[in-house]
């Protein structure tokens, strides 16, 4: 069974950082592309982050480039998203995601709040 569990959101100030894990289990991580998402209400989930098997390739959507980081260990098989200079509308639930054999894979999602 594939399982992805996020944690590390929560409230931070404007401005402030915060750190996303996901731990998975139930496939090959290391032959799997990951990616971090997120969601506001009433709005499509949109891609923030990604990066290949390897970890030598990553993507970013324009507003969070420079300021975000996606990284991960295959050792471990986590996938993080460090998050640096946080705005207001980066409030959203992240997931981690994963593509596999067509079928796509959600954790549960971790609320990130940036508010003064």
């Known amino acids: 069974e594939v399982q992805l569990v996020e944690s590390g959101g929560g409230l931070v100030h404007p401005g402030g950082s915060l750190r996303l894990s996901c731990e998975t289990s139930g496939f090959t991580f290391e032959n799997s592309d990951m990616s971090w998402v997120r969601q506001t209400p009433g709005r499509l989930r949109e891609l923030v982050a990604a990066?290949?098997?390897?970890?030598?390739?990553?993507n970013y959507m324009d507003s969070v480039r420079g300021r975000f980081t996606i990284s991960r260990d295959n050792d471990k098989n986590t996938v993080d998203l460090e998050m640096n200079s946080l705005k207001p509308e980066d409030t959203a639930v992240y997931y981690c995601?994963?593509?596999?054999?067509?079928?796509?894979?959600w954790g549960q999602g971790t609320q990130v709040t940036v508010s003064s």
């Open positions: 990066i290949t098997e390897t970890g030598d390739t990553t």
């Open positions: 995601s994963v593509l596999l054999r067509s079928n796509r894979y």
